[in-house]
C-alpha cells in the first residue's frame, strides 16, 4: 500500500494541537490526510488573570480570525503561551477547523488524541448508516495536549502510519503492528473496526 493509498484522519477535542501537529508531520510526508476536532466548540486557555478560563470559537471561525482576536486581547500572553504559533502553523494548513461528525469523507485509519474522543468517533461511525461495509480502523493513541507531547505523539502516528502503508494486508495485519508499537513505546492503543 502507498503512502497516498492510505487514507489518514487525526481527530482531538478541537483540531488545534494534537491533530494539527500530526496533520503537519503527515502531511510532509506524503500522506492523504485530514484532520478534525470531535468537540462541539473550539476552546482554547484563556489568560491567568481570568483564572485560565477558556477562550471559545465556533468551527466556523477561520484560524486567522482566532488569531487576530486573541492577539487584540492579549498579544504577550498568547504569544508566551504558544497559542499563536499554534494558529499561525494550522492556518498554512488550512483555514479553519473542522468537526469530524460533519465530515462524510470515508478514511482507512482514524487516530484519535484521546479516549473520550475515541469513545465519541466510535460512536459517530457506529450511528452512521452503512452503505459499502468498508472497513475504518479507529486507533487511539494517548497524547496530552501540550505542544510537546503533540510533537512526540505526531510523530508516533506518523511512524505508525508508515508501518501500516508497508503492510501488505492491513485487515490481517494491525493488530500484529500495534502490539509491536505497544511493546517498543510501552503506550497502549485502544483499536476498534467500523464500518461505512
Known amino acids: 500500500m502507498s503512502s497516498s493509498a492510505l487514507r489518514v484522519a487525526v481527530v482531538c477535542m478541537n483540531n488545534m494541537n ?8 503527515l502531511q510532509r510526508r506524503g500522506f492523504s490526510v485530514r484532520s478534525f476536532g470531535a468537540g ?8 491567568p488573570r481570568c483564572r485560565w478560563r477558556p477562550v471559545r470559537y465556533d468551527f ?16 504577550e500572553c498568547y504569544s508566551g503561551n504558544g497559542i499563536l504559533h499554534i494558529l499561525e502553523r494550522n492556518g498554512r494548513i488550512k483555514p479553519r477547523p473542522e468537526r469530524f461528525q460533519e ?39 494517548d497524547i496530552e495536549d501540550t505542544l510537546e507531547e503533540a510533537t512526540l505523539g505526531a510523530f508516533l502516528i506518523c511512524e505508525l ?11 490481517d495485519s494491525l ?3 500495534l502490539l509491536a508499537a505497544e511493546d517498543k513505546t510501552g503506550k497502549s492503543f485502544l483499536h476498534t473496526v467500523c464500518f461505512y
Open 18 to 25: 494534537r491533530s494539527m501537529e500530526a496533520h503537519s508531520i
Open 40 to 47: 462541539s466548540r473550539v476552546k482554547l486557555p484563556g489568560p
Open 60 to 75: 466556523s471561525t477561520t484560524y486567522k480570525q482566532m488569531y487576530d482576536d486573541l492577539s487584540r486581547k492579549d498579544r
Open 103 to 141: 465530515c462524510s469523507e470515508p478514511f482507512d485509519v482514524i487516530f484519535t488524541c484521546e479516549e473520550r474522543v475515541y469513545d465519541r468517533v466510535v460512536q459517530e461511525l457506529s450511528a452512521q448508516e452503512q452503505v459499502t461495509l468498508r472497513p475504518v480502523h479507529v486507533v487511539n493513541v
Open 161 to 171: 502510519c508508515q508501518n501500516f502503508q508497508q503492510a501488505d494486508d492491513l485487515e
Open 175 to 177: 493488530d500484529r503492528l
